[in-house]
């Protein structure tokens, strides 16, 4: 069974702090695939980044950057210089290669980040 | 706007009761997605249609069913509503068949209180 877990519940920073939102998850699967989404205040959830399983080269797109580390099952997502529209839950989420439902998203618990002004 | 329409965005219903939510997907796109997501359970898959067919089926009750439309909308009907089916209900959309790597768009939701 997949597993995602997100053990932080809740973060608040200051505004133009950085922030970095930890995200553990667990598959069988060779091929799986990782997402960040964002659920503001709105309520609409926002796709934010995608990762496979096979590509552990990281990024960064503008503030936002991601650190994937299939050796410690690893996908952070951190924040540059946070910004008050920032605040939001954020959903990390895993999807199996194999078929089926396994290929649908497992969602973790969820982070709650406040920015302060 | 991530171009998925859900209707309606609150519904206010009794236990026993029945009830449908319905989504229109991005234009273009063929899979429907629906998710609930509560405070005890978090965000769970529910089902997927691609182009009309159930393609797949994950934590959905038996008293849930859905089916898209050859319009390609859909519909999740709840029936016989029990108090713990309080729920935000999300429909997504994609433009694939469901390999996984699917970058889903979501509507904004449907509340759903069962008093």
Request: net charge negative; hydrophobic share 30%.
């Amino acid at each position: 069974a997949q597993k995602v877990t997100q053990a932080q519940t809740e973060i608040s920073v200051v505004e133009k702090e950085d922030v970095t939102l930890d995200c553990v998850y667990e598959t069988r699967d060779t091929t799986y695939y990782l997402f960040w989404y964002k659920q503001p205040p709105s309520g609409e959830l926002v796709f934010l980044i995608r990762r496979n399983s096979f590509d552990e080269q990281n990024e960064i797109s503008g503030r936002y950057s991601w650190n994937f580390q299939k050796s410690t099952s690893s996908f952070n997502f951190t924040i540059t210089a946070s910004q008050v529209v920032d605040s939001a839950v954020y959903f990390c989420a895993l999807s199996g290669g194999s078929s089926g439902s396994a290929r649908q998203l497992t969602f973790g618990s969820g982070t709650q980040l406040t920015v302060l002004p | 706007d991530s171009g998925v329409t859900q209707t309606p965005k609150h519904l206010i219903t009794a236990t026993g009761q029945r009830v449908t939510l319905r989504c229109s997907p991005r234009s273009g796109d063929l899979s429907v997605y629906w998710y609930q997501q509560s405070l005890d359970q978090g965000l769970q898959f529910l089902i997927q249609y691609y182009n009309g067919e159930e393609r797949a089926k994950g934590n959905i009750l038996e008293r849930f069913s859905a089916q898209q439309f050859p319009d390609l909308h859909s519909e999740l009907n709840l029936s016989s509503l029990e108090l713990g089916d309080s729920a935000l209900y999300f429909c997504a959309s994609s433009n694939r068949s469901g390999t996984g790597n699917e970058k889903l768009f979501f509507g904004s939701g449907t509340q759903l209180s069962v008093l």
